[in-house]
């Protein structure tokens, strides 16, 4: 065929058609926008019932958390995420959701085995990096400070 | 027997596919085709609960139904050639397993379905048997989670992504009788030309389907126009562009004769499938509901089945591999008029 994987590439680039940028740069801002608004309403809602800062902050989380699993449950997270894309996946929401989504999925391999080893399969490298970013953060700040 | 001719095999006793039978879920009875299902399922868990489980039950429901068709009993079929997406081929060794028919596993990807009826039809042409079962299977769910992301993830599929077909499809092939027959068939070779992208398969496959095209024109002789239509499965909608540019290169124009199976199990612009099918049961059911029942009725008289698979493994995608298509190709012809 005459044809290096080089020139290849190039023509299957040129074939595919490219992600909708702007369209899901434009709803990942909306949505994942109402997802932290919301927050900010419950947070200053709790305020206003009388609720220090950092134990509303915590309900807030927690709350978003709860909705998420709900909605991953109910099978409609997957529906809201096809459009939203970063917009449902960078909150705390998406977190929750990768989380739930695996306990559902590997439930069917049993409680240990698939439930509670499957879990982490996707939220794993999360909480692995995030952590490690944050003691790195950490030693940081102690000596710079 | 089979005459060679370069890589391509003439089967001069030519085959006859004597029954065969499609079986779909919900998005595959909305699709184009739907009505030509013989059966479809609006339950995608196919009454079972695992999604592993209800592939292997819609496997056997196909193969029951193609051999309820011809009017076979089991112990009719002397062999069987079967496989499906799953590690280990599970959905059609635990599907199957209760048939007693002597099971050959085969794994093609989504070329599955070729592969196995070219076996099938090999076996009989050998004259090692009277009667032999092709069957294979895909299921969204069970491919999703084996391959991708659970099911309730929220993700964000690119425009090159194909959707696995819920679907499967079974054909049993016999020494005589009466029915389309397999006239020719070429064995794919590996082709890898770099893509290492999982969400562009039909990329990955096109070289390999164009291969093997181009390749079973050369050995025979014959042209595109000798063809009611050439049917890849599944390139999908970017495959399908790629392929017919590949074509061009090897001075091969297939014009308006080329069809694939990933455009014609579903319709793009009202279900949401992005380029189009896959899996094992795309080509399969689209071969079983709507290729062979033309070949019956004589609306088609002679065409190409060239199903394409992608033989990636998630593994070898993470260690950095590219993906190598293979593509096989059947030659299928209308029983001759006025004989038999």
Known sequence: MGLTPKDYQQMSQEASPPSRTVKNGAMAFLIGGSICTLGQIVLELLKSMGMEQDQA??????????????LTSFGLYDRVARIAGAGTLVPITGFANAMSSAAIEFRSEGLVLGLGAKMFSIAGPVLVYGISAGVLYGLIYYFIR | MALRKGSTLLLTQGPVIRSFAAVGSKMEGEGPLGPSFDLICEDSAFGQDSWEKAEASMQKKALD?????????????????AGDLLNQCISSTYGLRDLNIPFLGVYGACSTMAESLMMASLFVEGGFGELAGAVTSSHFCSAERQFRFPLEYGSQRPPS???????????????????PRVRAV????????GITDANNMGAAMAPAAADTISRFFTDTGYQPEDFDLVVTGDL???GSQLL?????????????????????LYDRKRQQVDSGGSGCGCSASVLCSSLLPRLLDGSLRNILFVATGALMSPTAVQQGESIPGIAHLLWLSAAPAGKE
Not at chain 1, 57 to 70: E, I, N, R, T, W
Not at chain 2, 186 to 193: A, K
Not at chain 2, 244 to 264: K, N
Request: with cysteine; proline share 2%; aromatic share 4%.
């Open chain 2, 65 to 81: 139904l193609a051999i309820q068709k011809g009017a076979f009993s089991p112990e009719e079929i002397d062999v069987l050639f």
């Open chain 2, 186 to 193: 070429t064995p794919g070779r590996i082709r890898d030309l």
């Open chain 2, 161 to 179: 992504a194909q959707w696995t077909a819920t679907a499967s499809g079974a054909v049993v092939v016999g020494r005589q009788g009466t029915g």
């Open chain 2, 244 to 264: 017919l540019q590949l074509l061009e290169r090897d001075g091969v124009r297939l014009e308006g004769r080329h069809r694939d199976c990933g455009l014609l």
């Open chain 1, 57 to 70: 902050s915590a309900l807030v989380s927690l709350s978003l958390v709860l909705l998420s699993v709900l």
């Open chain 2, 236 to 238: 999908a909608h970017v």
